[in-house]
């Protein structure tokens, strides 16, 4: 049986960052399968996950949760045919929605092989607030959904703004374990001890059940509302009637957002070269600035006018510029609100 973990987390919260640990540390030795399911149309190199031998399977055409569901049941079958993996690790879109990819695992665990281990949801400890003031609907589904709340940057918050972001969240989800100490800290088998967590509830419900891992009820997780709609970034107006399911077993009503009615993703190659300090000035002015729009997470990687290439990352706030190895062409995504992409392009030169 391979075991399924989902690793869910806002836009920029740390995913991929954690999921490298979880590899080295504590999923050292197994065979691991990871599929990703970006918001976004350009795929950034996640060339470490390959040098560490890490098959990948990116499923950037839509979500995982709905009008994909078919063809997700045909790709783990796949996974698990033909590599045969002790655990496949599921990294969802920033804004797709956690309890929407537990369902679609759980709904293909009989045919597939596979069954549903941990509901990781990476959170940055800094943005706990903004976050669940400004993107709640789709925010505070990987919160309240998840089995263990894994909080990035705690090293460079203070300790009341800390324990502010934990009361936040444990009003969300008072059962989850929550890492609180930074990651690099951490040896693996305290994070497994966390990951292996289970609420008393849980436990109780596996004793009664003798199932494999997961209680299997509709309704179970923490706020689980049987008319929530999925946030798989595509209008369901478009493929179903009204008031048809969509296959993701939820009633999609008026008034829910879906993700791309909310949130832009906006990538292009380029072959263009870059100062390294005119880069630097750009992202400075996404990270605090309202000119690009409200750029919630931009990357990529170019090349810069010396011939160096630089990889970029950025989150309200922080950004960082690192130099890389070249790439096959130059990349560069950017998601956010209201983006005003004639100024991004604008700047890029494209
Ligand atoms: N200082 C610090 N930086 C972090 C931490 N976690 C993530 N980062 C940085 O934040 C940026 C985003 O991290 P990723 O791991 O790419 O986040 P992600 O959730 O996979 O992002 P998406 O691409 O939006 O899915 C990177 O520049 C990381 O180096 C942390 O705990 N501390």
Avoid at 259 to 275: L, Q, R
Wanted: hydrophobic share 30%.
């Amino acid at each position: 049986m391979t075991k399924v973990d989902i690793v869910s987390g806002f836009l920029g919260a740390g995913k991929t960052t954690f999921i490298k640990q979880l590899l080295s540390d504590v999923y050292q030795g197994e065979k691991i399968v990871l599929i990703e399911n970006e918001f976004g149309e350009i795929g950034i190199d996640r060339g470490f996950l390959k040098d560490a031998g890490v098959e990948i399977t990116e499923m950037n055409s839509g979500c995982i949760c709905c009008t994909l569901v078919g063809d997700f049941s045909t790709a783990l079958r796949k996974v698990v045919d033909e590599y045969h993996p002790d655990r496949i690790l599921i990294e969802p879109s920033g804004v797709g929605k956690l309890s929407d990819v537990a369902k679609a695992v759980r709904d293909v665990e009989k045919h597939c092989g596979v069954c549903l281990n941990g509901q990781i949801t990476v959170a940055d400890g800094k943005k706990v607030k903004i976050y669940m003031k400004n993107f709640g609907e789709f925010y505070n589904n990987q919160i309240e959904h998840a089995s263990v709340i894994v909080l990035s940057r705690t090293q460079s918050m203070t300790e009341e703004k800390l324990k502010e972001a934990v009361a936040m969240i444990r009003e969300k989800n008072p059962d989850a374990s929550v890492i609180t100490t930074p990651w690099d800290k951490l040896d693996g088998e305290v994070i497994r001890k966390a990951l292996e967590h289970r609420s008393v509830a849980d436990q109780l419900l596996e004793e009664e059940e003798h199932h494999c891992c997961h209680h299997h009820e509709e309704g179970h997780d923490h706020g689980h509302h049987h008319d929530e709609h999925c946030s798989c970034g595509h209008h369901h107006e478009e493929h179903h009637h009204h008031g048809e399911e969509c296959g993701c077993g939820h009633h999609h009503h008026e008034g829910h957002h879906h993700a791309d009615e909310v949130f832009t993703s906006w990538g292009t190659e380029t072959v263009e070269k870059y100062e390294k300090a005119e880069l630097e000035n750009w992202l400075e002015e996404m990270a605090d600035e309202n000119k690009y729009g409200t750029v919630l997470r931009a990357k990529g990687i170019v090349e810069g006018t010396d011939g160096q290439w630089l990889e970029f990352d950025l989150v309200p706030g922080e950004y960082e510029i690192r130099n890389a190895r070249p790439d096959y062409t130059g990349k560069v995504c950017v998601i956010g609100t209201d983006l005003k992409t004639d100024e991004i392009k604008g700047f890029l030169r494209v």
